[in-house]
């Protein structure tokens, strides 16, 4: 990946999976997929970041459903 804003790097973090359960990474995954899928798209800029950042809640929110409905996706 070519050089990237910190800010930019920083919030894709938080969009890895691999860590999770199987039936969690099943939530998140569509998430930093779609995370990925933008930044290569898109330049980086107040925009890019405001949308990662409201990406991430939304993952989090699938996430803790997820964890609340206490099924497997």
């Given amino acids: 990946m070519a050089e990237r804003h910190p800010s930019t790097t ?3 973090r938080y969009f890895e999976y691999d860590h999770l359960p199987p039936h969690l990474q099943a939530v998140s995954k ?7 899928e933008l930044v290569d798209a ?4 107040p925009e890019l970041t405001a ?3 409201k990406l991430l809640e939304a993952k989090d929110c699938f996430v803790r459903a997820a964890l609340d ?3 497997e996706v």
Avoid: E, F, I, V
């Fill in 30 to 36: 569509p998430c930093g997929d779609l995370a990925q």
């Fill in 51 to 53: 949308g990662l950042r």
């Fill in 69 to 71: 409905s206490g099924r």
């Fill in 10 to 12: 920083n919030l894709l």
């Fill in 42 to 45: 898109l330049s980086d800029g």
